[in-house]
């Protein structure tokens, strides 16, 4: 059992004394109130684990002194004690905040079982208050970088619309921060308690999205053994966002429809319709609008989703925010790599800053890491200011209009030295290049398909 710091309130003075000799052999610190103003001192002095209460205290009751005590400590749970002729009142107890009650005489072991419940549980909401607390860190407006007037215009339409329950379109080229923008609109709207669900729709098979989106019935189709619950059933009063929403299949596209208009959907083999209230934010780096003209996506489903549009620009249109920005990541991975690193000199800042950056914030964002992992001075040089070629961004074409290549050409160029980078810097162990590169497996084994690269030929010999 693990031990805590309790405090026993009760009249009864051999009572309390038995209480204690049975928590300190447990291994428990022990304080003990005979009175309530004795223990409102105590928890106004001390940080207590757990309080334990006599209903009928001589001078008040105990639902009054537990209420008191959480005032000063709204964390700290609370077992009352009570006779068998009161347990109406130790349930009353538990409705205005009592974690639970124990009826006397009480048995030794049934005491210490409630006390570590208490304590565990105790423990649970403050880990997960202390996760929050990081995710929000993380994620709060406060902490996304935006220097520049296009950012800055992009947050204020963001708290502006976070508390509503429109549908959300985010849009822009990859690296741009769509899944960034999307958690801080989760933690600044009123669902910012539930869960927060996502799913990159480009990353799963045509097959396999709609199970993973509505959920299956046991037996729906040959592999579905049990049941299955959808992310829609699971982001059920929080937030679902579907990344890469014009990849979605269009034979899905009206079933998505039908949650959008009735916030209802029908699992895979089901014949039962489940209501859903979600907040649905969508992203894509497609033109929808053209897709639409190609008879790629729905119309219908278009204007739906198109409700509260938000465009994040290209690194490269906001040039203000790289500087703050590789200030950001810096500070990150010297933390995480445990190492002391300045910053850069200066002119690797002026290449950082010079360059296009056609991977937007996420190359950036890797290339801090690459310095910062590669360093071995207190500064970063321009040497390891690397393009994801594998070459210095002293290499580029950025002052010489004459040698720019077409831009298909020179993406198409880049694309394929910077998945050569990655296979030679991870020996071909596609996990970690397509982490490196912030992209999920499926899109990388794409990519990799697209410029004809085969993994095995960056593999180490064994």
Same mark, same amino acid.
């Given at each position: 059992m693990s031990s805590g710091k309790i405090l026993a309130v009760d009249d009864d003075r051999n009572l309390i004394e038995l209480i204690r000799m049975r928590l300190e052999s447990a291994n428990h610190e022990v304080v003990t109130a005979l009175k309530d103003d004795e223990a409102v001192s105590a928890v106004r002095e001390q940080v207590f684990d757990l309080s334990i209460i006599d209903l009928k205290l001589a001078d008040r009751d105990g639902i009054s002194l537990m209420e008191e005590l959480?005032?000063?400590?709204?964390?700290?749970?609370?077992?009352?004690?009570t006779a068998h002729g009161s347990i109406e009142s130790a349930v009353e107890a538990m409705k205005r905040g009592a974690y639970s009650y124990l009826t006397k005489p009480f048995d030794q072991r049934e005491l210490l079982l409630q006390i570590e419940r208490a304590l565990e549980n105790r423990?649970? #909401?403050?880990?997960? $208050?202390?996760?929050? /607390? @990081?995710?929000?860190?993380?994620?709060?407006?406060?902490?996304?970088?935006?220097k520049s007037d296009k950012m800055r215009r992009v947050l204020d339409v963001v708290s502006r619309i976070a508390k509503t329950d429109s549908t959300v379109y985010i849009y822009g080229e990859s690296g741009t921060g769509k899944e960034l923008v999307a958690k801080a609109l989760h933690l600044a709207s009123d669902r910012k308690d539930k869960t927060f669900v996502a799913i990159n729709c480009a990353a799963v098979p045509e097959?396999?999205?709609?199970?993973?989106?509505?959920?299956?019935?046991?037996?729906?189709? #040959?592999?579905?053994? $049990?049941?299955?619950? /959808? @992310?829609?059933?699971?982001?059920?009063?929080?937030?679902?966002?579907?990344?890469e929403i014009g990849d979605m299949p269009i034979a899905l596209q009206p079933k998505l429809l039908r949650v959008l208009q009735e916030r209802q959907f029908f699992p895979i083999g089901s014949e039962k319709?489940?209501?859903?209230?979600?907040?649905?934010?969508v992203a894509t780096k497609k033109n929808l609008e053209e897709e639409v003209g190609k008879g790629i996506f729905r119309e219908d489903l278009f204007y739906r989703i198109h409700v509260i549009p938000i465009h994040l620009p290209a690194l490269r249109e906001r040039k203000e925010d790289i500087l703050p920005l590789v200030e950001h990541f810096l500070k990150k991975f010297c933390q995480q790599m445990k190492k002391q690193v300045k910053g850069f000199t200066p002119t690797a800042m002026q290449k950082l800053m010079l360059y296009s950056w056609?991977?937007?914030?996420?190359?950036?964002?890797?290339?801090?890491?690459?310095?910062?992992?590669?360093?071995?001075?207190?500064?970063?040089?321009?040497?390891?200011?690397?393009?994801?070629?594998?070459?210095?961004?002293?290499?580029?074409?950025?002052?010489?209009?004459?040698?720019?290549?077409?831009?298909?050409?020179?993406?198409?160029?880049?694309?394929?030295?910077?998945?050569?980078?990655?296979?030679?810097?991870?020996?071909?162990?596609?996990?970690?290049?397509?982490?490196l590169a912030g992209k999920y497996r499926a899109d990388f084994y794409d990519l990799l398909k697209k410029h004809d690269l085969k993994v095995e030929d960056f593999k180490k010999a064994q």
């Open positions: 959480h005032s000063i400590n709204p964390e700290m749970p609370v077992i009352i004690l423990r649970l #909401t403050s880990e997960i $208050k202390r996760l929050k /607390g @990081l995710l929000e860190e993380r994620y709060d407006f406060a902490n996304i970088v935006a097959t396999l999205l709609e199970s993973e989106l509505f959920g299956h019935e046991k037996g729906a189709f #040959t592999d579905a053994v $049990k049941s299955k619950r /959808g @992310l829609f059933t699971q982001a059920h009063e929080g937030t679902i966002f579907l990344d319709a489940m209501d859903v209230d979600v907040r649905v934010i056609p991977g937007n914030v996420r190359e950036l964002e890797n290339v801090i890491e690459y310095g910062v992992a590669m360093t071995q001075q207190d500064v970063i040089g321009e040497d390891l200011i690397l393009t994801t070629k594998g070459t210095t961004l002293e290499t580029l074409p950025i002052s010489s209009p004459e040698e720019v290549k077409p831009f298909k050409e020179a993406r198409d160029d880049f694309e394929r030295n910077y998945l050569i980078r990655l296979l030679e810097i991870s020996d071909g162990n596609v996990t970690r290049a397509a982490k």
